[in-house]
T-cell receptor, first 114, second 112 residues
């Protein structure tokens, strides 16, 4: 089955700097890669996603890149703010009719230092 | 539009008992998935239902089961509870194949 590895497990950056979180996946058939943000005591919330027919996607300060050949994808947060502090999870799935199983990475605890 | 609703929010059960958790998806969403979240194992997939049919199942023992009703609401059941079943159980709904998954607040189960 699919296996997703996520690095680093913890990350501290100065406010205003950039943060990068990287994930690798094992199943070349995976075609959907969402990123979730989970604040303490709250539900995971989708912040950005990318599909395998796209190499990069941006939404304001957040961007995700996908390298299908190398089977890795990354989350980039620029101009970090204190409210970006949370645990971030990457996930991968083979998203088609009959298979909606998300395999998650182990999470990255991001701390923004004011 | 109301979000994904899970009930109850908190549960304390004794080893050997069984428990049923409920999930009401976003209106119009037909796919419901369940995940177990623990500090040690992260988010692990339990099973996924679409139109009352289980389409995928994760690597959990048969004590974990679920079902989906015609209105897309879903329940999961854990029988013969073990201490290791203590976790946050999250439900996610999506409109269908390829759709974004939206999570509920979760049910925190503590087994004593």
């Amino acid at each position: 089955g699919e296996n997703v590895e996520q690095h680093p497990s913890t990350l501290s950056v100065q406010e205003g700097d950039s943060a990068v979180i990287k994930c690798t996946y094992s199943d070349s058939a995976s075609n959907y890669f969402p990123w979730y943000k989970q604040e303490l005591g709250k539900r995971p919330q989708l912040i950005i996603d990318i599909r395998s027919n796209v190499g990069e996607k941006k939404d304001q300060r957040i961007a995700v890149t996908l390298n299908k050949t190398a089977k890795h994808f990354s989350l980039h947060i620029t101009e970090t703010q204190p409210e970006d502090s949370a645990v971030y999870f990457c996930a991968a799935s083979i998203s088609n009719f009959g298979n909606e199983k998300l395999t998650f990475g182990t999470g990255t605890r991001l701390t923004i230092i004011p | 539009k109301a979000g994904v609703t899970q009930t109850p929010r908190y549960l304390i059960k004794t080893r050997g008992q069984q428990v049923t958790l409920s999930c009401s998806p976003i209106s119009g969403h037909r796919s419901v998935s369940w995940y177990q979240q623990t500090p040690g194992q992260g988010l692990q997939f339990l099973f996924e239902y679409f139109s009352e049919t289980q389409r995928n199942k994760g690597n959990f023992p048969g004590r974990f089961s679920g079902r989906q009703f015609s209105n897309s609401r879903s329940e999961m059941n854990v029988s013969t509870l073990e201490l290791g079943d203590s976790a946050l159980y999250l439900c996610a709904s999506s409109p269908g194949p390829g759709g974004e998954a939206f999570f509920g607040q979760g049910t925190r189960l503590t087994v004593v």
